[in-house]
């Protein structure tokens, strides 16, 4: 077997395996190479220069005594696929439902999701967006703290247990959405630093790579094969761009716009199809034009401006960044134009702010909307819910926004039964030192904005994971199934109503109240009509039928 790593400034690098040491020899690139007799499943690290602590392999298959420990070799083709007739989902027309695998079913592991599957299907969901898998320090963790991108988390089930839930979601037509983070690695067994220049500066969550410094081209290839990895080996069918604003990425052809040529070339290869969603914060349409129309390509990016509007019009909070989304007819133009901030004043930036979307060349289906996500509600000191702050009227109002108007709608795991349980930030971090700068900097920064220390839960403790935990006996429930099926009947009702999926947003009609107490989407021949206060108000259609409601309506 070939092993080979990347360490184009070391003189001197070893390969371990069953506890002995082999001389690795140089090639071009910066690349060594090793030929060793080993069998898949064998562990396996590298010794740097005259340093005998082994490391793991920056582009490990599998970690599954930790992020620190060695390395075991794995071959992808040992696995037996039932999907060959499986030609992926377009995003247009789809519902997208977020979940954590660690906290989406008491199992903590795919095979335990695995049996929780139909409950997706019965509800007419279309793309499961899970967040990261790779490898990170620690049993329980959101994912975003990552060292080893390529590793699927041994607690959740390994490689192996990954490609069993992607294989079972194949097998109900559920397509699969991966959260991937390339714009910063975790505070504890990020060793790439050890082996090449992989890192060029900081930003808010860590150490972020050296994407157009010198000897950057491995870098890059080393985001790059990893992404293209997720499509051909683990079959998934779309991939989550974390925080791509947060990308220090200055040459002329982008590594997004590389990303999307790959994953293009990558789709007509796997002949199946391949989709690439980014977070940013930039409010740039250019993010999701095409590369013939110098866009970067990616075909869609979350609107946290349709959130904030959303949220700022149910709950009536208005502090921090919510403070602009307060403006009357914000939550309209956004819906419009699915930038609120475009090419406009944000106090909270204290700067004008973003671009406007030409709607006449992007449709609503490149903008995800959504009334909650893992970043909303965790990022909260209390991880609370949206059901926790309004009515289930005004639940079900916000659900009928998203659902039923032009973007393409995502859902947050037990959104959808008006779930009691939180999602906290909580973290597993071995180090007692790492583990105490994190608990104490995370009631610092709630404490910034408000809130008291002492409301903080504690992110180390086990509890934090057991309170997070969604409670699927709740589904029993005559008040939670009451707003299941709620959800269950609205995507329904815009999977039987073409023009309540239509993407258009040149033209795309909303009316508002004068004090913003209502609002009317026009959907073709169709009105969604959402009222936010308790009074009655008329609104004038060519037609009286009443496809769904939530109260009295006549």
Known sequence: MTFTVWAPDLQRVRLQVGGTDHAMQPGEGGWWHADVEAEPGTDYAFLLGDDDTPLPDPRSRWQ???????????DHDDFAWTDADWHGRALEGSVIYELHIGTFTPGRTFDAAIERLDHLVDLG??????????????????????????????????????????????????GVVLDVVYNHLGPSGAYLDRFGPYFAGQND???????????SDEVRRYVLDNALGWFEHFHV????????????????????????????RMSDVLGRLLTLIAESDLNDPRMVMPRSANGLGMDAQWSDDLHHALHVRLTGETDGYYADF??????????????????TWSSFRERTHGRPVDTSQLTGTSFLAYLQNHDQIGNRATGDRISASVSPGLQACGAAIVLLGPCTPMLFMGEEWAASTPWQFFASFPDPELAEAVRTGRRREFGRHGWGES????????????????????????????????????????????ELADPSLDGFVVEVADDDSWLVMHRGSLRVVVSFAEESFEVRTSDDRVLLSWGSAG
């Open 64 to 74: 599954p005594s930790g992020v620190h420990a060695a390395s075991r070799t794995y």
């Open 125 to 174: 969901i279309d793309l499961v967006e899970v967040l990261p898998v790779n490898s990170f320090d620690g049993d329980a963790g959101w994912g975003y703290d990552g060292v080893l991108w390529g590793a699927v988390h041994e607690p959740y089930g390994g490689p192996d247990g990954f490609k069993r839930f992607v294989d079972a979601c194949h097998a109900r037509g559920l």
């Open 205 to 215: 969550w860590g150490p972020g790579l050296n994407l157009d410094g010198p000897q």
């Open 237 to 264: 069918d779309a991939l989550r761009l974390d925080a791509v604003h947060a990308l220090a990425d200055r040459r002329a052809l982008t590594l997004l716009e590389e990303l999307s040529a790959e994953t293009a």
């Open 326 to 343: 307060a403006a009357h007819n914000a939550l309209a133009t956004t819906l419009r134009g699915a930038f609120f901030h475009a090419g």
């Open 455 to 498: 409301e903080v839960p504690d992110p180390m403790d086990p509890a934090t994971v057991e309170r997070s935990t969604l409670d699927w006996s709740e589904l029993s429930s005559p008040d939670h199934a009451s707003m299941l099926g709620v959800y269950r009947s609205l995507i329904a009702l815009r999977r039987s109503q073409p």
